[in-house]
Protein backbone atom coordinates (compact mmCIF):
# COMPACT_ATOMS: atom_id res chain seq x y z
CA UNK A 1 0.00 0.00 0.00
CA UNK A 2 3.24 2.52 0.82
CA UNK A 3 4.76 0.93 -2.70
CA UNK A 4 1.87 2.39 -4.25
CA UNK A 5 1.02 5.69 -3.15
CA UNK A 6 4.59 6.39 -3.70
CA UNK A 7 3.75 5.44 -7.29
CA UNK A 8 0.92 7.61 -7.27
CA UNK A 9 2.57 10.79 -6.61
CA UNK A 10 4.99 10.14 -8.96
CA UNK A 11 2.70 9.60 -11.77
CA UNK A 12 1.03 12.59 -10.61
CA UNK A 13 4.15 14.33 -11.15
CA UNK A 14 4.58 13.60 -14.79
CA UNK A 15 3.61 16.87 -16.24
CA UNK A 16 0.74 16.76 -19.26
CA UNK A 17 1.77 15.98 -22.65
CA UNK A 18 1.42 17.84 -26.02
CA UNK A 19 1.68 14.77 -28.37
CA UNK A 20 -2.15 13.29 -27.85
CA UNK A 21 -0.85 9.44 -27.60
CA UNK A 22 1.39 10.05 -25.00
CA UNK A 23 -1.06 12.62 -23.09
CA UNK A 24 -3.87 9.42 -23.39
CA UNK A 25 -1.10 7.06 -21.92
CA UNK A 26 -0.31 9.41 -19.10
CA UNK A 27 -4.09 9.75 -18.36
CA UNK A 28 -4.63 5.80 -18.22
CA UNK A 29 -1.71 5.45 -16.26
CA UNK A 30 -2.90 7.72 -13.82
CA UNK A 31 -6.50 6.02 -13.55
CA UNK A 32 -4.71 2.88 -13.06
CA UNK A 33 -2.65 3.88 -10.46
CA UNK A 34 -4.99 5.78 -8.63
CA UNK A 35 -7.67 2.49 -9.00
CA UNK A 36 -4.67 0.21 -7.52
CA UNK A 37 -4.10 2.56 -4.76
CA UNK A 38 -7.28 2.68 -3.62
CA UNK A 39 -7.81 -1.45 -3.75
CA UNK A 40 -4.10 -1.82 -1.82
CA UNK A 41 -5.74 0.68 0.47
CA UNK A 42 -8.70 -1.26 1.58
CA UNK A 43 -6.41 -4.34 1.74
CA UNK A 44 -3.87 -2.67 4.32
CA UNK A 45 -6.69 -1.73 6.36
CA UNK A 46 -8.80 -4.84 6.27
CA UNK A 47 -5.05 -6.84 7.17
CA UNK A 48 -4.82 -4.35 10.33
CA UNK A 49 -8.72 -4.39 11.69
CA UNK A 50 -9.84 -7.75 10.71
CA UNK A 51 -8.30 -10.22 12.81
CA UNK A 52 -9.63 -8.61 15.69
CA UNK A 53 -12.80 -7.57 14.61
CA UNK A 54 -13.47 -11.05 13.59
CA UNK A 55 -13.16 -12.47 16.82
CA UNK A 56 -9.35 -13.65 16.78
CA UNK A 57 -8.87 -12.57 20.66
CA UNK A 58 -11.80 -12.73 22.08
CA UNK A 59 -15.90 -13.05 20.42
CA UNK A 60 -17.56 -9.75 18.63
CA UNK A 61 -21.01 -9.20 18.36
CA UNK A 62 -22.35 -6.38 15.56
CA UNK A 63 -25.01 -4.96 15.49
CA UNK A 64 -25.74 -4.82 11.14
CA UNK A 65 -28.70 -2.47 10.16
CA UNK A 66 -30.13 -2.97 6.41
CA UNK A 67 -31.01 0.33 5.27
CA UNK A 68 -33.74 1.16 2.90
CA UNK A 69 -33.11 4.31 1.18
CA UNK A 70 -36.38 4.35 -0.87
CA UNK A 71 -37.01 6.84 2.61
CA UNK A 72 -33.69 8.59 2.47
CA UNK A 73 -31.83 9.64 5.74
CA UNK A 74 -28.37 10.81 6.24
CA UNK A 75 -26.72 7.36 6.31
CA UNK A 76 -28.69 6.28 3.40
CA UNK A 77 -31.72 5.05 4.44
CA UNK A 78 -34.20 3.97 7.30
CA UNK A 79 -33.44 1.03 8.76
CA UNK A 80 -35.72 -1.69 7.40
CA UNK A 81 -34.58 -4.79 9.24
CA UNK A 82 -31.87 -5.91 11.40
CA UNK A 83 -29.42 -8.73 12.53
CA UNK A 84 -26.85 -9.82 15.02
CA UNK A 85 -24.07 -10.87 12.78
CA UNK A 86 -21.28 -12.46 15.66
CA UNK A 87 -17.58 -13.59 15.20
CA UNK A 88 -15.27 -15.64 16.95
CA UNK A 89 -12.13 -16.73 15.53
CA UNK A 90 -12.97 -15.79 12.29
CA UNK A 91 -16.00 -17.75 12.02
CA UNK A 92 -19.22 -15.25 11.25
CA UNK A 93 -22.44 -16.04 11.44
CA UNK A 94 -25.97 -13.59 11.43
CA UNK A 95 -28.18 -13.98 14.11
CA UNK A 96 -31.44 -12.70 15.83
CA UNK A 97 -32.25 -11.40 12.45
CA UNK A 98 -35.76 -9.33 12.27
CA UNK A 99 -37.76 -6.44 10.51
CA UNK A 100 -37.16 -3.04 12.50
CA UNK A 101 -40.59 -3.78 14.43
CA UNK A 102 -38.11 -5.88 16.53
CA UNK A 103 -36.51 -2.86 17.99
CA UNK A 104 -37.79 -0.54 20.46
CA UNK A 105 -37.29 2.59 20.83
CA UNK A 106 -36.10 4.17 24.46
CA UNK A 107 -35.58 7.57 25.14
CA UNK A 108 -34.18 6.88 28.59
CA UNK A 109 -30.84 4.96 26.40
CA UNK A 110 -30.42 8.16 24.64
CA UNK A 111 -26.90 8.97 23.50
CA UNK A 112 -25.16 12.15 24.49
CA UNK A 113 -24.22 14.05 21.22
CA UNK A 114 -24.24 17.37 22.04
CA UNK A 115 -26.28 20.43 22.20
CA UNK A 116 -25.46 20.97 18.47
CA UNK A 117 -26.52 17.67 17.16
CA UNK A 118 -29.79 18.21 19.28
CA UNK A 119 -30.52 21.16 17.94
CA UNK A 120 -30.61 20.17 14.09
CA UNK A 121 -33.09 18.01 14.88
CA UNK A 122 -35.20 19.62 16.98
CA UNK A 123 -38.37 17.22 18.47
CA UNK A 124 -37.37 13.97 16.78
CA UNK A 125 -35.96 12.37 19.79
CA UNK A 126 -33.01 11.52 17.44
CA UNK A 127 -31.05 9.40 20.13
CA UNK A 128 -33.93 6.93 21.55
CA UNK A 129 -35.75 6.63 18.09
CA UNK A 130 -35.10 3.91 15.64
CA UNK A 131 -36.74 5.90 12.67
CA UNK A 132 -34.90 8.92 13.70
CA UNK A 133 -31.43 7.43 14.67
CA UNK A 134 -29.63 8.17 11.43
CA UNK A 135 -30.52 11.46 10.34
CA UNK A 136 -27.23 12.87 10.34
CA UNK A 137 -24.56 11.38 7.66
CA UNK A 138 -21.58 11.14 10.29
CA UNK A 139 -21.83 7.17 10.74
CA UNK A 140 -20.42 6.73 14.27
CA UNK A 141 -23.23 9.16 15.42
CA UNK A 142 -25.67 5.88 14.06
CA UNK A 143 -23.28 3.78 15.31
CA UNK A 144 -23.37 4.65 18.92
CA UNK A 145 -26.89 5.05 19.08
CA UNK A 146 -27.44 1.42 17.15
CA UNK A 147 -25.60 -0.15 20.34
CA UNK A 148 -26.58 1.73 22.90
CA UNK A 149 -30.46 1.75 22.12
CA UNK A 150 -29.73 -2.24 21.41
CA UNK A 151 -28.03 -3.04 24.71
CA UNK A 152 -30.24 -1.43 26.56
CA UNK A 153 -33.50 -3.75 24.96
CA UNK A 154 -31.63 -7.02 25.06
CA UNK A 155 -28.81 -6.46 27.91
CA UNK A 156 -26.26 -7.64 25.08
CA UNK A 157 -22.88 -5.47 24.64
CA UNK A 158 -22.53 -4.63 21.19
CA UNK A 159 -18.55 -4.23 19.33
CA UNK A 160 -20.00 -1.92 16.89
CA UNK A 161 -22.38 -1.41 13.80
CA UNK A 162 -22.22 -1.89 10.57
CA UNK A 163 -24.71 -0.97 8.03
CA UNK A 164 -25.48 -1.82 4.25
CA UNK A 165 -28.50 -1.30 1.54
CA UNK A 166 -30.06 -2.85 -1.70
CA UNK A 167 -27.06 -1.03 -4.11
CA UNK A 168 -24.66 -2.89 -1.46
CA UNK A 169 -26.27 -6.70 -2.39
CA UNK A 170 -27.06 -6.18 -5.94
CA UNK A 171 -22.99 -5.47 -5.99
CA UNK A 172 -22.22 -8.57 -3.96
CA UNK A 173 -25.00 -10.99 -6.18
CA UNK A 174 -22.88 -9.75 -9.29
CA UNK A 175 -19.93 -10.84 -7.90
CA UNK A 176 -21.39 -14.46 -5.54
CA UNK A 177 -24.32 -15.15 -8.15
CA UNK A 178 -28.15 -15.00 -7.86
CA UNK A 179 -30.25 -16.29 -4.93
CA UNK A 180 -33.33 -18.35 -4.75
CA UNK A 181 -36.01 -18.13 -2.05
CA UNK A 182 -37.91 -20.09 -0.26
CA UNK A 183 -41.11 -18.98 -2.33
CA UNK A 184 -38.96 -20.31 -5.69
CA UNK A 185 -38.43 -16.70 -6.63
CA UNK A 186 -35.00 -15.89 -8.33
CA UNK A 187 -32.90 -12.18 -7.39
CA UNK A 188 -30.07 -10.69 -8.86
CA UNK A 189 -27.84 -8.11 -9.40
CA UNK A 190 -30.11 -6.51 -12.24
CA UNK A 191 -33.46 -6.97 -10.17
CA UNK A 192 -32.40 -6.52 -6.35
CA UNK A 193 -32.80 -2.67 -6.21
CA UNK A 194 -35.72 -2.16 -7.94
CA UNK A 195 -37.48 -5.55 -6.21
CA UNK A 196 -36.78 -4.18 -2.66
CA UNK A 197 -37.18 -0.45 -3.42
CA UNK A 198 -40.30 -0.49 -5.52
CA UNK A 199 -41.62 -3.23 -6.40
CA UNK A 200 -42.36 -4.90 -2.70
CA UNK A 201 -44.31 -2.01 -1.68
CA UNK A 202 -47.14 -2.58 -4.70
CA UNK A 203 -47.06 -6.94 -3.97
CA UNK A 204 -47.36 -6.40 0.12
CA UNK A 205 -50.24 -4.72 1.16
CA UNK A 206 -49.58 -6.09 5.00
CA UNK A 207 -46.50 -4.77 6.32
CA UNK A 208 -45.27 -7.77 8.21
CA UNK A 209 -45.65 -9.81 4.72
CA UNK A 210 -43.87 -6.96 3.11
CA UNK A 211 -40.63 -6.92 5.98
CA UNK A 212 -40.41 -10.21 6.38
CA UNK A 213 -39.75 -10.56 2.42
CA UNK A 214 -37.47 -8.26 3.01
CA UNK A 215 -35.51 -9.71 5.80
CA UNK A 216 -35.47 -13.04 3.95
CA UNK A 217 -33.50 -11.32 0.70
CA UNK A 218 -31.02 -9.28 2.93
CA UNK A 219 -29.91 -12.40 4.86
CA UNK A 220 -29.43 -14.83 2.04
CA UNK A 221 -27.44 -12.50 0.70
CA UNK A 222 -25.22 -12.02 3.58
CA UNK A 223 -25.39 -15.81 4.29
CA UNK A 224 -24.16 -16.11 0.25
CA UNK A 225 -20.96 -13.88 1.46
CA UNK A 226 -20.57 -15.78 4.29
CA UNK A 227 -20.45 -18.92 2.38
CA UNK A 228 -18.93 -17.23 -1.03
CA UNK A 229 -16.97 -19.84 -2.74
CA UNK A 230 -16.50 -18.03 -6.00
CA UNK A 231 -14.65 -15.42 -7.30
CA UNK A 232 -12.55 -13.83 -3.95
CA UNK A 233 -11.30 -11.17 -5.95
CA UNK A 234 -15.02 -10.67 -8.02
CA UNK A 235 -16.31 -10.22 -4.39
CA UNK A 236 -14.08 -8.04 -2.61
CA UNK A 237 -14.34 -5.71 -5.86
CA UNK A 238 -17.80 -5.75 -5.17
CA UNK A 239 -17.55 -4.83 -1.18
CA UNK A 240 -14.88 -1.98 -2.47
CA UNK A 241 -17.23 -0.52 -4.46
CA UNK A 242 -19.98 -0.77 -1.97
CA UNK A 243 -17.80 1.26 0.54
CA UNK A 244 -16.39 3.34 -1.52
CA UNK A 245 -19.89 4.71 -2.29
CA UNK A 246 -21.31 4.79 1.06
CA UNK A 247 -23.24 1.78 0.82
CA UNK A 248 -21.41 -0.06 3.30
CA UNK A 249 -20.43 1.70 7.21
CA UNK A 250 -18.75 0.17 10.04
CA UNK A 251 -18.21 1.81 13.45
CA UNK A 252 -16.31 -0.01 16.41
CA UNK A 253 -17.04 0.72 20.11
CA UNK A 254 -13.18 -0.31 20.53
CA UNK A 255 -11.50 3.34 20.46
CA UNK A 256 -8.24 1.66 18.86
CA UNK A 257 -10.31 0.31 16.05
CA UNK A 258 -12.36 3.06 15.47
CA UNK A 259 -9.35 5.64 15.23
CA UNK A 260 -8.15 3.27 12.22
CA UNK A 261 -12.11 3.32 10.65
CA UNK A 262 -12.03 7.34 10.83
CA UNK A 263 -9.28 7.15 8.07
CA UNK A 264 -10.64 4.95 6.08
CA UNK A 265 -13.60 4.80 3.55
CA UNK A 266 -15.36 2.55 5.85
CA UNK A 267 -15.64 4.65 8.74
CA UNK A 268 -17.83 7.61 6.42
CA UNK A 269 -16.96 10.06 8.66
CA UNK A 270 -17.83 14.16 8.31
CA UNK A 271 -14.49 15.14 8.99
CA UNK A 272 -12.85 17.67 11.56
CA UNK A 273 -10.68 19.07 9.67
CA UNK A 274 -10.64 22.66 7.47
CA UNK A 275 -10.27 21.73 4.37
CA UNK A 276 -13.13 22.92 1.62
CA UNK A 277 -16.12 20.68 2.24
CA UNK A 278 -20.00 20.48 1.09
CA UNK A 279 -22.15 18.07 1.55
CA UNK A 280 -25.57 17.93 0.36
CA UNK A 281 -28.12 15.76 2.85
CA UNK A 282 -31.28 14.70 2.47
CA UNK A 283 -33.46 12.89 4.83
CA UNK A 284 -37.32 12.50 4.20
CA UNK A 285 -39.65 14.31 5.53
CA UNK A 286 -42.89 13.07 4.65
CA UNK A 287 -42.62 9.59 5.94
CA UNK A 288 -43.02 8.08 1.90
CA UNK A 289 -41.18 6.33 -0.18
CA UNK A 290 -40.49 7.87 -2.92
CA UNK A 291 -36.88 8.60 -2.36
CA UNK A 292 -36.26 5.47 -4.82
CA UNK A 293 -37.17 7.84 -7.46
CA UNK A 294 -34.84 11.01 -6.15
CA UNK A 295 -32.67 12.34 -9.10
CA UNK A 296 -29.56 14.75 -7.96
CA UNK A 297 -27.20 16.67 -9.21
CA UNK A 298 -24.67 18.30 -6.90
CA UNK A 299 -22.17 20.93 -7.75
CA UNK A 300 -19.37 22.71 -5.81
CA UNK A 301 -17.99 26.01 -7.18
CA UNK A 302 -15.80 28.47 -4.97
CA UNK A 303 -13.73 32.06 -5.90
CA UNK A 304 -10.03 32.12 -6.30
CA UNK A 305 -7.68 31.94 -3.38
CA UNK A 306 -5.56 35.30 -2.91
CA UNK A 307 -7.63 36.60 0.12
CA UNK A 308 -8.71 35.35 3.21
CA UNK A 309 -12.01 34.76 2.61
CA UNK A 310 -13.68 33.61 -0.95
CA UNK A 311 -16.85 33.61 -2.27
CA UNK A 312 -18.59 29.54 -2.96
CA UNK A 313 -21.91 28.32 -4.11
CA UNK A 314 -23.21 25.10 -3.74
CA UNK A 315 -25.95 24.01 -5.93
CA UNK A 316 -28.05 20.39 -5.51
CA UNK A 317 -30.76 19.85 -8.27
CA UNK A 318 -33.54 17.54 -7.28
CA UNK A 319 -35.94 15.57 -9.47
CA UNK A 320 -38.75 13.26 -8.55
CA UNK A 321 -39.03 10.94 -11.16
CA UNK A 322 -42.06 8.88 -9.33
CA UNK A 323 -45.12 8.44 -11.58
CA UNK A 324 -48.10 10.60 -10.88
CA UNK A 325 -50.15 7.87 -10.52
CA UNK A 326 -50.04 4.30 -9.69
CA UNK A 327 -48.25 3.83 -6.23
CA UNK A 328 -49.35 2.60 -3.21
CA UNK A 329 -50.67 5.13 -0.29
CA UNK A 330 -47.93 3.35 1.61
CA UNK A 331 -45.05 5.06 -0.70
CA UNK A 332 -46.85 8.57 -1.21
CA UNK A 333 -47.93 9.48 2.46
CA UNK A 334 -47.05 12.81 3.01
CA UNK A 335 -47.16 12.87 7.03
CA UNK A 336 -45.41 15.55 8.65
CA UNK A 337 -44.70 17.35 5.53
CA UNK A 338 -44.90 20.81 5.63
CA UNK A 339 -45.99 21.63 2.14
CA UNK A 340 -48.25 19.00 1.02
CA UNK A 341 -48.90 18.48 -2.38
CA UNK A 342 -50.83 15.77 -5.17
CA UNK A 343 -49.85 12.33 -4.43
CA UNK A 344 -46.54 11.26 -5.30
CA UNK A 345 -45.44 14.52 -3.93
CA UNK A 346 -41.88 13.79 -1.95
CA UNK A 347 -40.86 16.25 1.09
CA UNK A 348 -37.18 16.77 1.80
CA UNK A 349 -35.18 18.10 4.07
CA UNK A 350 -32.10 19.27 2.31
CA UNK A 351 -29.20 20.03 4.15
CA UNK A 352 -25.69 21.13 3.24
CA UNK A 353 -22.73 20.50 5.75
CA UNK A 354 -20.40 23.40 4.49
CA UNK A 355 -16.50 24.50 4.96
CA UNK A 356 -15.70 25.05 8.66
CA UNK A 357 -15.95 28.93 9.53
CA UNK A 358 -18.40 29.51 6.49
CA UNK A 359 -21.10 31.81 6.72
CA UNK A 360 -24.33 32.01 4.87
CA UNK A 361 -24.77 34.56 2.38
CA UNK A 362 -27.90 33.24 0.67
CA UNK A 363 -30.42 30.59 0.22
CA UNK A 364 -32.36 30.18 -2.91
CA UNK A 365 -34.41 27.65 -4.37
CA UNK A 366 -34.92 27.81 -8.31
CA UNK A 367 -33.87 31.29 -8.01
CA UNK A 368 -35.82 33.17 -5.47
CA UNK A 369 -34.35 33.78 -1.94
CA UNK A 370 -35.21 31.37 0.69
CA UNK A 371 -34.66 30.93 4.58
CA UNK A 372 -32.64 27.84 6.31
CA UNK A 373 -31.95 26.93 9.05
CA UNK A 374 -28.56 26.96 10.52
CA UNK A 375 -27.08 24.74 13.28
CA UNK A 376 -23.95 22.89 13.24
CA UNK A 377 -22.07 19.75 13.75
CA UNK A 378 -18.82 18.02 14.54
CA UNK A 379 -17.51 21.79 14.06
CA UNK A 380 -19.20 22.38 10.34
CA UNK A 381 -21.85 24.94 9.33
CA UNK A 382 -25.03 23.49 8.63
CA UNK A 383 -27.73 25.29 6.51
CA UNK A 384 -30.87 23.21 5.84
CA UNK A 385 -34.78 23.90 4.29
CA UNK A 386 -37.92 21.69 3.30
CA UNK A 387 -38.09 21.39 -0.83
CA UNK A 388 -41.24 19.59 -1.79
CA UNK A 389 -41.14 17.89 -5.42
CA UNK A 390 -44.48 17.06 -7.00
CA UNK A 391 -44.00 14.25 -9.62
CA UNK A 392 -41.97 14.37 -12.68
CA UNK A 393 -40.51 17.82 -10.73
CA UNK A 394 -37.57 19.56 -10.36
CA UNK A 395 -35.69 22.09 -8.22
CA UNK A 396 -32.49 23.57 -7.58
CA UNK A 397 -30.83 24.93 -4.30
CA UNK A 398 -28.23 27.22 -4.22
CA UNK A 399 -26.53 28.24 -1.18
CA UNK A 400 -23.91 31.26 -1.50
CA UNK A 401 -21.11 31.28 0.99
CA UNK A 402 -18.19 33.16 2.27
CA UNK A 403 -16.08 30.29 3.01
CA UNK A 404 -11.87 30.24 4.21
CA UNK A 405 -9.64 30.48 1.95
CA UNK A 406 -7.90 27.20 3.30
CA UNK A 407 -5.44 24.83 2.31
CA UNK A 408 -6.76 21.05 0.93
CA UNK A 409 -8.65 19.50 -1.68
CA UNK A 410 -12.33 20.25 -1.70
CA UNK A 411 -14.32 16.74 -0.97
CA UNK A 412 -18.05 16.57 -2.28
CA UNK A 413 -19.14 13.01 -0.77
CA UNK A 414 -22.37 11.92 -2.20
CA UNK A 415 -24.96 10.62 0.38
CA UNK A 416 -25.42 7.02 -0.55
CA UNK A 417 -28.92 6.66 -1.70
CA UNK A 418 -30.87 4.31 -4.65
CA UNK A 419 -29.84 6.28 -7.64
CA UNK A 420 -26.39 7.80 -8.02
CA UNK A 421 -25.89 11.08 -8.11
CA UNK A 422 -23.73 13.69 -10.73
CA UNK A 423 -21.34 15.64 -8.59
CA UNK A 424 -19.05 18.47 -10.09
CA UNK A 425 -16.73 20.44 -8.16
CA UNK A 426 -14.61 23.50 -9.42
CA UNK A 427 -12.62 24.42 -6.41
CA UNK A 428 -9.52 25.94 -6.85
CA UNK A 429 -6.65 24.27 -4.35
CA UNK A 430 -4.96 26.78 -1.57
CA UNK A 431 -1.54 26.79 -0.94
CA UNK A 432 -0.93 26.35 3.19
Known amino acids: SRAAAGLQERVRDIPPARVGAVEQARTQLTAQTDELTALLNRVSTAADLLPSMLGGNSPRSYFVAFQTNAEARGTGGLVGAFGILRATGGAVSLDERAANTGLADDPAAAVDLGADYAALYPGTSPTGRWINSNFSPHFP ?54 LTESEVYARFDNNDARKAFLQEISSAVVTQVLLADGSTT ?32 LGHQVPDDDAPYAAVVVNNASQGKLDYYLGRRISYAAGPCGA ?20 PAY ?40 GARVGGERGHPVFSLEVSLAPGATSTVTWTLREPAVAGTARVPVQPLAAAATVTDSVPPCRP
Do not use: F, M
Open 141 to 194: NAGRIWTALWDEQSGQHLDGAIATDPVALSYVLGATGPITLTGGETVTADNVVA
Open 234 to 265: ALLSALGRAVDEGHIAVYSTHPEEQTKLAGAA
Open 308 to 327: ATRTSTVSATLTNHAPAAGL
Open 331 to 370: VTIQAGSKNPGPPGTNASLVSLYATRGAQLEGVAVDGRPA
